[in-house]
């Protein structure tokens, strides 16, 4: 029996006498089953190797965010040490050691 069929069945079974909390709750599970089945199969995730997949897919999106993080990291450090390099230069020249420079 598939879960179409029992979802049919137990629509009947609601339909025809005052439902029961089992026959309620069977048939919000069916119908959940169902339609998470319908999604998987509809994104392509209803074969075996999709845990795979998934697994992989969260795997590239943590490297992806660890790169972006030590990209924007190593961005500011650098802009960092240019901005520092140019306050030691702004003091030298205040100081008058400009000449220590040449």
Do not use: H, N, Y
Not at 22 to 49: I, K, N
Not at 66 to 74: L, N, P, T, V, Y
Not at 86 to 102: F, K, P, T
Request: aromatic fraction near 4%.
């Amino acid at each position: 029996m598939t879960r179409e069929d029992m979802l049919a069945r137990l629509v009947a079974q609601a339909a025809t006498t005052p439902p029961e909390i089992v026959t309620l709750r069977a048939l919000v599970e069916e119908a959940s089953e169902l339609g998470a089945a319908r999604a998987l199969e509809r994104l392509g995730l209803e074969d075996a190797r999709a845990k795979d997949d998934m697994g992989e897919l969260r795997e590239l999106l943590s490297a992806w965010r660890d790169a972006k993080r030590g990209a924007w990291k190593a961005a500011f450090e650098w802009l960092l040490r240019g901005l520092l390099a140019l306050l030691l230069v702004g003091i030298a020249m205040r100081l008058g050691l400009s000449e220590l420079l040449r």
